[in-house]
Structures are given as C-alpha cells and as structure tokens.
C-alpha cells in the first residue's frame, strides 16, 4: 500500500500542475484573445475596447459576401468530407485486411499529403487541374479537400482496427453472410467512431484551409478562410473577429463531438 506523500512529491506535483496550466493558457491565450474584439463597438481590432457591441456579428450574418463565402465552405467542406470518409475507410479497410508486399510503402502513400508543404502540393494541383478544366471550380477544390482530408481518416480509421478482433468476420462468413453484410453489419458498426472522427477531422480540415483555394479557387469559390484572409490584407475590420470567433466556437463544437465519439469507443471497447 502506498504511504503518504512527500514534501517533494507534493512540490513537484505542484510544479507540474503550475507548468501545464501555463502551457495550456500559452497555448489558447493567442486563440481567444479575438474574441472579445468581435463585440468591439470601435471600428479597429485594439485593445482597450471602447464599448460592447453586437454589430460586427450583424455585418457578418447581414453580408451577402461572408454569407456566400460560409455557404461555399460548408458545401465544399462536407463533400470533401463525405468523399475523404469514404477512401480513407475504404482504403484503412483494405490495408487492415490484406498482407501483400509494399503494404508499408502504400500506407506511407496515402500519408504523403499530411508531409508535403500545401503550397507544393497546391501548385502541383494548379498544373495537374488546369488541362481538365478543375481550376476555378467546386469539384477541383472539393477534389482538393478531399485528397488533404483522406490521410486522417486512414489514421483513425486504422487506429480502431488495431483493436479489432478478427474472429467476428469468420464467424459472420461461416453462418452464410456475404462478405459485403459482415462489412455492413459486423466491421462498420464497431469501427463508426473512428470513421465519423475521422470524417469530423477531414471536414476541419477543409473549412480552415487557404493555400489551395488561393491558387485553384476562382471568384465563384471564395470560402470563408479566403474570405478573412482577403480582409486582413485589404480592409483590416472587426468582422474578421467575429468571423473568427464563430470558427472558433465550430472548432470547439467538432471537439467536443470527437470526445463523445472517443468515449463511446472506448465504452464499446471495454464490453468486448
């Protein structure tokens, strides 16, 4: 039985505690310091704030400009999604269940965007886009997103089935399933967390980027990153503050839905 604490185990704790919590504000200090600028009542991002208000938020919601440029990121974020869950966990399947050589040099492939500079990879995008005609569309930066998107999925798909037991898929083929059941009702619905988690990752990943729709995005795709990133290099305003802060407030709400997917996992995990 473990006796008491030290003087110095409780010193070092407390150091430890000191160090952390300095490190997290370190951290989330820079991030949240635009916040209150969004209910600034003067017309440029300074500290002290002259007054509280609310009307940057209704220059945002009231713009057809930012208005447009969420609704192209939405639209562009969740079909990239959509398409990144799908070949990630197609290709995170496959790569789990097959034994063939150059496995690690494909799965190593399939990372290759997360390693490459976005704007190498964009540019490379640019000329591979340009003969098909995919610049200045919603398919090239959706095809874009996607691709950027892809390699988490693999990541956290792949994680899930590390703890996956394989006996349940022969057990589902020996009572007569097809192979296409067992999938659709054994793997996938012990694997979903770390599928939509993974979905959840490749769509924040598509909502916060800019390089790419800089280079291939034309004046039809302007998203909101574009959008604030066109702001601060013209005409410096509040509303890029609140614009930050409702993209704070999704990342916060993405988060919080990893977290109950990643406790449901491990709930599932522990019945096993």
């Given at each position: ?43 440029f ?6 007054g ?12 057809g ?36 050589p150059g ?25 591979y ?30 994680a ?12 589902g083929l ?63 305003s ?35």
């Open positions: 039985m473990r006796g008491a604490i030290t003087a110095t185990e409780r010193a070092w704790r407390i150091v430890l505690y000191v160090v952390s919590i300095g490190g997290f504000f370190f951290l989330v200090a820079p991030i949240f310091a635009i916040v209150p600028l969004s209910f600034n009542d003067g017309q991002l300074t500290y002290p704030l002259r509280v208000s609310l009307r940057w938020y209704e220059d945002f919601f009231f713009s400009t930012w208005m447009s440029s969420i609704r192209n990121s939405l639209v562009i974020g969740v079909a990239a999604a959509t398409i990144a869950t799908v070949l990630g966990t197609l290709a995170a399947t496959g790569l789990w269940l097959a034994d063939f496995k690690r040099l494909i799965g190593a492939f399939l990372l290759a965007p997360m390693i490459v500079p976005i704007v190498i990879y964009s540019v490379g995008l640019y000329f886009f340009a003969p098909w005609d995919l610049t200045a569309s919603f398919t090239g930066l959706i095809l874009a997103h996607a691709v950027l998107g892809t390699p988490f999925v693999v990541i956290t798909v792949s899930t089935l590390t703890g996956f037991d394989r006996t349940l898929i022969r057990a020996s009572l007569g399933a097809s192979p296409l059941r067992v999938a659709r009702s054994v793997i996938f619905p012990l694997i979903a967390p770390g599928v939509i988690f993974g979905g959840l990752f490749a769509f924040s990943i598509s909502m916060e980027e800019v390089i790419t729709v800089l280079l291939i995005g034309g004046p039809n795709q302007r998203t909101l990153p574009r959008e604030m990133f066109s702001g601060i290099r013209e005409n410096i509040p509303t890029i503050a609140a614009a930050a802060t409702i993209m704070i407030v999704l990342a916060i709400a993405l988060l919080v839905t990893a977290e109950l997917l990643r406790r449901r996992s491990a709930r599932l995990q522990a019945r096993k």
